[in-house]
């Protein structure tokens, strides 16, 4: 969630970097009106309490000295009664204002070139040179077909489209991806993780998934809980200011892991020296992929379920920077030992997800598509995730909020599609990358 105070100090300018980010002209007016409505009402509480405070004094001297104090009295009991009014006045207001503020996605940073979709990406770097082929390459779905990596019928058959089977050696490297991925992130200062993949709706509120990407998420049958204990706490969240942000007890599939590993520090304090914290996991990830009908209908480039090993960065807002280079090092270290070409891309701002300050994606070469597609995305949110959920960390004697920086180090079917369309040969067969040997 974005700074409140940055809000009412300086909305111009945090409105103009919004705009950036596709919030419309219609939702910045609601902000506007609602940030100036709770700051006047802000501003007449504390002018009451002023009053208040100096008619208290006042009163004071007037029994020292016995003077009259009935009219005095009298005043400070209206004062009090309109104190009252404003405070429920301001509760109200702010209350609004938070609800919308879950909303709003955050402000893109100095490194985020201007633009409004991809066209506007600036490529940073290439690695690692496309290899030519002497004949027409094949797409990753016929590949696998053919080599019985993956069944699309059998998926269709057990769940829905956009679910697969992976079978034989597609299963075993699938597999062998995920132990390589985490012992090289391990290596790189990643502690491995393994974390539930069902949440509650309160961690998605802590990373930005809720409430505004609800659609995209599935949600579990509420059918595990003990219903006396969800009454009491939603009792409990009726007097939350942050209105929207309640403890509910609604569960969802996780979208990604950086949820999971990001929230194991919602609502907590950390010594600036144990900082920074780099986390990695592996987990199946599951998204609805709402607004995506037609997109990459074939193959295994856009699934309901996938395998995902992620890592997570927890840092004082001084380490941010250094640490996104770090781990976009180690995502694309990976790719490199792989021997998969790929480049780095500075999104602009209209091409940034909801949390993110800033993004470098991390595109694989895939000759069966002739393009490069993402395979990762780094992105460092700033302040954002960590105002949302709490994160703080304590330096001489004070409280500050963390930065979060989070990543794919990789999404494992795409890196699966990467080896298919690159290690393949004219006949069809396709070839072992020579780190994943071992694991096999």
Known sequence: MIDIKLLLNDFDSVATKLAIKKVSAQELERLK????????????????????????KLFGQYKAQNKPISELKAQLEENK?????????????????????????????EHTPKGQSEEYNVEIAKILEPRVFDFTPKEHWE?????????????????????????????????ALINFMLDYNQKAGFEAVVTPVIVNEEMLFGTGQLPKFEDDMFKIANDIEDKQEIEQEKAESKNNIEGQKAKGHQLYLISTSEITLTNLYNDCIISAENLP??????????????????????????QHQFDKVEIVAITHPSQSDTMQQKMLQTASGILSALELPHRLVQLCGGDLGFSASNTIDIEVWLPGQ??????????????????????????????????????????????????????????GSISIPKVLEKYL
């Open 143 to 175: 590949l696998a077909e053919s080599n019985g990596w993956i069944d699309f019928s059998a998926g269709v058959k057990l769940a829905k489209s956009r679910f697969n089977v992976l079978r034989g050696m597609g299963a075993r490297l699938n597999r």
């Open 33 to 56: 009106n609602l940030a100036s409505l709770y700051k006047s009402k802000k501003q007449a509480l504390e002018a009451l309490q002023e009053i208040q405070n100096k008619s208290s």
């Open 277 to 302: 914290i780099c986390l990695s996991a592996h987990t199946p990830c599951f998204r609805k992929e709402a607004g995506s009908a037609g997109k990459d209908t074939r193959g295994i480039i856009r």
């Open 81 to 109: 009664s309109n104190i009252a009014q404003s405070e429920a006045e301001l509760k109200a207001t702010e209350q609004r204002l938070y609800s919308l503020l879950w909303t709003i996605p955050n402000i893109p940073d």
């Open 370 to 427: 002739n393009c490069y597609r993402e395979i990762s995305s780094v992105s460092n949110t700033r302040d954002f995730q960590a105002r949302r959920a709490k994160i703080r960390y304590k330096e001489n004697g004070k409280n500050a909020l963390v930065h979060t920086l989070n990543g794919s180090s990789l999404a494992v079917g795409r890196t699966l599609v990467a080896i298919m369309e690159n290690y393949q040969h004219q006949d």
